[in-house]
T-cell receptor
Framework: DAGVIQSPRHEVTEMGQEVTLRCKPI?????LFWYRQTMMRGLELLIY????????DSGMPEDRFSAKMPNASFSTLKIQPSEPRDSAVYFC????????????FGEGSRLTVL | GESVGLHLPTLSVQEGDNSIINCAYS??????FIWYKQESGKGPQFIID?????DKRQGQRVTVLLNKTVKHLSLQIAATQPGDSAVYFC????????????FGSGTRLQVQP
C-alpha cells in the first residue's frame, strides 16, 4: 500500500486566501484524523472521522476551518479565509481500529500564510 | 524539515550507546500508549506500543517501560545509531474510549558519530 497520501506537500498563500488540503487514507482504514503541528503547540488533533462521519471536531480552531470526508478514500481540510497564524504542518492519519490502534501518518502539508 | 524542534528537550548520545527517552502522562484513564519517531520532513512513524496490562514490551532494539503508578513511560533504544536521530513522541489514549491519540511535546535525539 502507498500509505496515507497528502497534497499539496507545500503551500504558500496570502492572508485571506482559501486553502484546501487533501488526504487519501490507507485503503480499508475506517478512521481518519487531521492533526496540526507547530513549534509552540506540538501535535494537536483538529478533527477525526469514523466511517466517514465526523466524531469529534472540538480541536478545530474556529469557523474558518472545515473538514469533509465525502467517501472512504478522500478527505479535505479547508481554511477560509487563511491567516498567518494558520501557518503549520498539517498531518492526515488513518487507522484500522477506530480510536484504539496505531495511526499511520502522511508526510504532511506545510502551509505558510503570508 | 518539520517545524518542531527549536524548543524541544534534546538528548545527545554517542553512537553505540543506549538511549532512554522519558515521557510523563497525566490522564489516569489512559490505557494504551505508543511511541512515534519523526524524522525531519516526514510524518510521525510508529515504533512500539504497550497496553496498561503490561509494564514492559520489547521490539527490535527498542523497549518500552510503563509505570502506571507514577504515570511514566520510557523508550529505551539499544546500540543507538545515527539513523535513530529524530524527534520522539509518546502518545496515549484509552483503547476502548472515544478520544483520539494525544501526543506529548516530544524529545529530540541527536546521535553523535
Amino acid at each position: 500500500d502507498a500509505g496515507v497520501i497528502q497534497s499539496p506537500r507545500h503551500e504558500v498563500t496570502e492572508m485571506g486566501q482559501e486553502v484546501t488540503l487533501r488526504c487519501k487514507p490507507i485503503s480499508g482504514h475506517n478512521s481518519l484524523f487531521w492533526y496540526r503541528q507547530t513549534m509552540m503547540r506540538g501535535l494537536e488533533l483538529l478533527i477525526y472521522f469514523n466511517n466517514n462521519v465526523p466524531i469529534d471536531d472540538s480541536g478545530m480552531p474556529e469557523d474558518r476551518f472545515s473538514a469533509k470526508m465525502p467517501n472512504a478514500s478522500f478527505s479535505t481540510l479547508k481554511i477560509q479565509p487563511s491567516e498567518p497564524r494558520d501557518s503549520a504542518v498539517y498531518f492526515c492519519a488513518s487507522s484500522l481500529n477506530s480510536l484504539g490502534g496505531e495511526l499511520f501518518f502522511g508526510e504532511g502539508s506545510r502551509l505558510t500564510v503570508l | 524539515g518539520e517545524s518542531v524542534g527549536l524548543h524541544l528537550p534534546t538528548l545527545s548520545v554517542q553512537e553505540g550507546d543506549n538511549s532512554i527517552i522519558n515521557c510523563a502522562y497525566s490522564n489516569s484513564a489512559s490505557d494504551y500508549f505508543i511511541w512515534y519517531k519523526q524524522e525531519s520532513g516526514k510524518g510521525p512513524q510508529f515504533i512500539i506500543d504497550i497496553r496498561s496490562n503490561m509494564d514492559k514490551r520489547q521490539g527490535q532494539r527498542v523497549t518500552v517501560l510503563l509505570n502506571k503508578t507514577v504515570k511514566h513511560l520510557s523508550l529505551q533504544i539499544a546500540a543507538t545509531q545515527p539513523g535513530d536521530s529524530a524527534v520522539y513522541f509518546c502518545a496515549e489514549n484509552s483503547y476502548t474510549g472515544r478520544r483520539a491519540l494525544t501526543f506529548g511535546s516530544g524529545t529530540r535525539l541527536q546521535v553523535q558519530p
